[in-house]
């Protein structure tokens, strides 16, 4: 369940990280050289992704499965 829960999470904040990448693409002018545009348009949503699947892991402790030994 806890990995449900962070796989969702992480999904999930793939789309606010696609309109703030897409936000901030427009206000730097639309940068068409390789670098800059591949940091925003790549980086932004991976690392809202991951931010996401971090979250999703540190907060799903209640309902991780423990198995006593």
Not at 49 to 56: A, E, I, N, P, Y
Request: glycine letters at 12%.
């Amino acid at each position: 369940m806890r990995l449900l829960r962070t796989l969702i999470m992480g999904g999930v904040m793939l789309i606010p990280g696609l309109l703030l990448s897409m936000l901030i693409w427009y206000v730097a002018g639309q940068p068409s050289t390789e670098p800059m545009e591949s940091l925003i348009c790549n980086g932004i949503p991976l690392f809202s992704v991951s931010l996401g699947l971090f979250f999703g892991w540190k907060t799903g402790e209640a309902y991780s499965v423990k198995m006593e030994s």
